[in-house]
């Protein structure tokens, strides 16, 4: 059993930035890849970046290229999604999800693990 928490969610206006945090416990979390979806009302989850179980190895969806970034720290177990120049298509509750593989890429299938989510706002 893996238990995934995220934080970090909140209210910004158009151009800021944010933080989101997601502390995983109950399975060696060094072993695996790690990915933040979003999800907006009305709308599919949707894949937002990956990380691979080293860090080394990061993919972005095409909305979010240049402005996200995906970073871990596997001596904290957490994993960070950075969010700079945020939209209001950025609005969406936001998931951190594990993967019983060492890399994984856009595709929600690839993940066995999934957070309860954290809020995001970008007011305009």
């Known amino acids: 059993q893996v238990q995934l928490v995220e934080s970090g969610g909140g209210l910004v206006q158009a151009g800021g930035s944010l933080r989101l945090s997601c502390a995983a416990s109950?399975?060696?979390?060094?072993?695996?890849?790690m990915g933040w979806f979003r999800q907006a009302p009305g709308k599919e989850r949707e894949f937002v970046a990956a990380?691979?179980?080293?860090?080394?190895?990061?993919y972005y969806g095409d909305s979010v290229k240049g402005r996200f970034t995906i970073s871990r720290d596997n001596a904290k177990n957490t994993v960070y999604l950075q969010m700079n120049t945020l939209k209001p298509e950025d609005t969406a509750v936001y998931y951190c999800a594990a993967s019983p593989r060492p890399f994984s890429a856009h595709y929600m299938y690839e993940y066995d693990y999934w957070g309860q989510g954290t809020q995001v706002t970008v007011s305009s």
């Open positions: 990380v691979s179980w080293s860090g080394e190895d990061t």
């Open positions: 109950g399975r060696t979390f060094s072993n695996s890849a």
